[in-house]
């Protein structure tokens, strides 16, 4: 059977398309020893509200203006963290199982001390990969030694995994040498993120480009079932 594996930069609280992505690979690498980007999902995500959508935003202090990694970013001051879960439980505060999750990321938010964004992400996914029955084991890229070169690092840690088919999102179209692949005997898959049911959703109308968080308040243990058999 092909072995798939996907390689993305670390997203806070990212949307349901990641966490598919996650659980139709057979090992999922988190991308963090690359350059940061301002003003992207590395840090911020949207939730809903009775005053329409809204951005959450860890601030950031950035060493050295162009060039840090994302493995090297920290979030500045522990301020946002009050902000946020009193942003989220007023948004959310509603949602049928609001109460049943709210003793699993109150404490990520409220009682962690972790700076790096990376860690912060991580610790954010992998309690969300638990809630939805994904098993998928998480990797990081500076595990590996590989190039500088986009396409190339890919491929070079897809190789140490022995991956059959990488799947990738299809922002990734703008830069991806596929044909670099096929030559290591690497199929490219494209994750289509069509065809997402909808389900009952505070504060119409219906938006699917959300932090998870939302499926999760809303849908509870029945969120898995909202997610693509295969993406």
Not at 4 to 13: D, E, L, T
Not at 127 to 137: E, Q, R, S
Not at 172 to 182: S, T, V
Request: charged share 25%; proline share 4%.
């Amino acid at each position: 059977m092909a072995k798939k594996v996907a390689i993305i930069q670390s997203n806070y609280i990212p949307w349901k398309g990641y966490f598919n992505i996650i659980k139709d690979v057979d090992e999922f690498v988190l991308l963090d020893d690359v350059q940061y980007t301002r003003r992207d999902w590395r840090n911020r995500n949207i939730i809903k509200t009775r005053h329409g959508l809204k951005w959450i935003t860890i601030p950031v202090e950035v060493k050295g203006r162009f060039d840090s990694k994302i493995n090297e970013v920290e979030a500045f001051g522990e301020e946002w963290r009050t902000h946020h879960w009193n942003q989220l439980s007023d948004a959310y505060k509603e949602a049928p199982f609001f109460e049943l999750y709210k003793d699993v990321f109150k404490p990520l938010f409220l009682n962690d001390t972790e700076k790096k964004i990376s860690i912060i992400n991580y610790k954010f996914i992998f309690a969300i990969n638990n809630l939805m029955g994904i098993t998928t084991p998480i990797r990081w890229s500076s595990e590996f030694s590989t190039t500088q070169d986009k396409t190339n690092r890919l491929i070079s840690i897809c190789k140490c995994l022995n991956a059959d088919e990488y799947i990738s999102g299809p922002a990734a179209k703008a830069y991806l040498n596929e044909a670099e692949f096929h030559k290591h005997h690497i199929q490219v898959r494209w994750a289509n993120y069509d065809g997402y049911k909808e389900y009952p959703q505070l504060h119409p109308p219906f938006v699917h480009g959300i932090t998870i968080l939302d499926l999760l308040f809303n849908q509870g243990e029945n969120a898995k079932d909202f997610l693509k058999m295969s993406i």
